[in-house]
T-cell receptor, first 114, second 110 residues
Framework: GAVVSQHPSWVICKSGTSVKIECRSL??????MFWYRQFPKQSLMLMAT?????????EQGVEKDKFLINHASLTLSTLTVTSAHPEDSSFYIC??????????FGPGTRLTVL | AQRVTQPEKLLSVFKGAPVELKCNYS??????LFWYVQYSRQRLQLLLR??SRESIKGFTADLNKGETSFHLKKPFAQEEDSAMYYC????????????FGAGTRLAVHP
């Protein structure tokens, strides 16, 4: 089956630094990937749609300059949290799909900003 | 506005009891509804989707457009069903993005 990986699985950083999270589709090509954020005991909130070869589409309320998304190839999308602050601490999940039908989830990345 | 509502944060039942996880939605148009499941320490995975009309692991869900509901049901719960369940709606606005409900934790006790 289709596999989506994320790296790192967890990261701790100091306030003010930037953190990059990678999302890879391991055995298929994905023109579109999605980035979600999940707070403890809460649901997944869509942050942005990552499109290969073009700019990401951000959801209302998500700062595009804060959360930089780059979809450089059909198998890789990156999310960079710039100038991270403690309120950015969360679980970040990406998804990728073979087609419009099914999305496969990455294992998630837990970010803790001190 | 597009929204998915799961009114119960926790549903606790005994093994062998029937289970119904509630999901209501608001959507202007014809939605596609899904149920995703997340077992302990695992990633989310698709459980079932309404257009497939299939039963997975004994679970079924019927889309009721009149009541705007997509409740997940299983006649006899098993301990291995204990997990977090998310109802999701797919927006047809171009990019296949999913809108999730808050999730319901199902706890099946022996």
């Amino acid at each position: 089956g289709a596999v989506v990986s994320q790296h790192p699985s967890w990261v701790i950083c100091k306030s003010g630094t930037s953190v990059k999270i990678e999302c890879r589709s391991l055995d298929f090509q994905a023109t579109t990937m999605f980035w979600y954020r999940q707070f403890p005991k809460q649901s997944l909130m869509l942050m942005a749609t990552s499109n290969e070869g073009s700019k990401a589409t951000y959801e209302q309320g998500v700062e595009k300059d804060k959360f930089l998304i780059n979809h450089a190839s059909l198998t890789l999308s990156t999310l960079t949290v710039t100038s991270a602050h403690p309120e950015d601490s969360s679980f970040y999940i990406c998804t990728a799909g073979l087609s419009t039908d099914t999305q496969y989830f990455g294992p998630g990345t837990r970010l803790t900003v001190l | 506005a597009q929204r998915v509502t799961q009114p119960e944060k926790l549903l606790s039942v005994f093994k062998g009891a029937p289970v119904e996880l509630k999901c209501n939605y608001s959507y202007s148009g014809s939605p596609e509804l899904f149920w995703y499941v997340q077992y302990s320490r695992q990633r989310l995975q698709l459980l079932l989707r309404h257009i497939s009309r299939e039963s997975i692991k004994g679970f079924t869900a019927d889309l009721n457009k009149g009541e705007t509901s997509f409740h997940l049901k299983k006649p006899f719960a098993q301990e291995e069903d204990s997990a977090m369940y998310y109802c999701a709606l797919r927006s047809l606005g171009g990019y296949n993005k999913l809108i999730f409900g808050a999730g319901t934790r199902l706890a099946v006790h022996p």
